[in-house]
C-alpha cells in the first residue's frame, strides 16, 4: 500500500506561480512513476505530468510544457510539481498518483488539493 498526501494548494492570482508537494508513505518510494493529474469541475481528470523513479526522465502534457515542472526527492519520499505562470484554466483539485514497476496504471492516488486561479 502506498499513502500519497497532496499540499500546497490555495488561491492565487492569474500570473503567479505555485509549489505543490506530494508526500508519500508505506511502501518503497523509489521504485515508482509518479506523476500529477488534475480534474477541473464538470471535467474529466487529465494528465499533468510525470516522472521516472529516478527522476531522470519526466513527460508532461502539452498545455502544461514550459510552465510546469514535476521533480522528486526519494530521501524525502516527496515528488514535487512546480506551476508557473498560472491561467484561470488551472484551476483544478491536482492530486498525486504513483504506478509501481509492474503495474501499467497509476494506482495508488491522493486525495487532491485545491488549486484556485483568479483572473
Known amino acids: 500500500q502506498v499513502q500519497l498526501v497532496e499540499s500546497g494548494g490555495g488561491l492565487v492570482q492569474a500570473g503567479d506561480s505555485l509549489r505543490l508537494s506530494c508526500a508519500a508513505s508505506?511502501?518503497?518510494?523509489?521504485?515508482?512513476?509518479m506523476g500529477w493529474f488534475r480534474q477541473a469541475p464538470g471535467k474529466e481528470r487529465e494528465f499533468v505530468a510525470r516522472?521516472?523513479?529516478?527522476?531522470?526522465?519526466?513527460y508532461y502534457a502539452d498545455s502544461m510544457k514550459g510552465r510546469f515542472a514535476i521533480s522528486r526527492d526519494n530521501a524525502k519520499k516527496t515528488v514535487y510539481l512546480q506551476m508557473t505562470s498560472l491561467k484561470p484554466e488551472d484551476t483544478a483539485v491536482y492530486f498525486c498518483?504513483?504506478?509501481?514497476?509492474?503495474?501499467?496504471?497509476?494506482?495508488?492516488w491522493g486525495q487532491g488539493t485545491q488549486v484556485t486561479v483568479s483572473s
Open positions: 508505506g511502501r518503497t518510494f523509489s521504485t515508482d512513476t
Open positions: 498518483a504513483a504506478r509501481t514497476p509492474t503495474d501499467l496504471r497509476f494506482t495508488y
Open positions: 516522472i521516472s523513479w529516478s527522476g531522470g526522465t519526466t
